[in-house]
């Protein structure tokens, strides 16, 4: 069975740092990619980042690039993908999600939110003025 669980989201100050870590578990091969979404009250899912599994090739939404700051680490027959933000503003408050999508290998990753395959249940990021 696949799991995709968030963890990380917290209240901070504008112009600092956060990490959100998600736990993917469950694939027996790296035929995946996994993808961070947001979704602020009232707006859209809207995509973030994401990176493939098989060939570690990343995509950044243009709002976050040089800001955020996608990465992966393996061990515990897990896949754990990080997603550092630097320079939080309040417009990056939201519910963050992690979400894993089956894909060929060597295929890359795409932030499609129609093509997700498994979703986390979110965690909250709340950035003060």
């Known amino acids: 069975e696949v799991q995709v669980v968030e963890s990380g989201g917290a209240m901070v100050q504008a112009g600092e740092s956060l990490r959100l870590s998600c736990a993917v578990s469950?694939?027996?091969?790296?035929?995946?990619?996994v993808a961070w979404f947001r979704q602020s009250p009232g707006q859209d899912r809207e995509g973030i980042s994401c990176?493939?599994?098989?060939?570690?090739?990343?995509?950044?939404a243009d709002y976050v690039k040089g800001r955020f700051t996608i990465s992966s680490a393996r061990g515990n027959a897990k896949n754990t993908v990080f997603l550092q933000m630097n320079l939080l503003r309040p417009d990056d408050t939201a519910i963050y999600y992690c979400a894993a999508e089956i894909r060929p290998i060597g295929s890359g990753c795409r932030l499609d939110f129609y093509s997700m395959d498994y979703w986390g249940k979110g965690t909250p990021v709340t950035v003060s003025s």
């Open positions: 990176i493939s599994a098989s060939d570690g090739r990343t995509v950044y």
């Open positions: 469950g694939f027996a091969i790296d035929d995946y990619a």
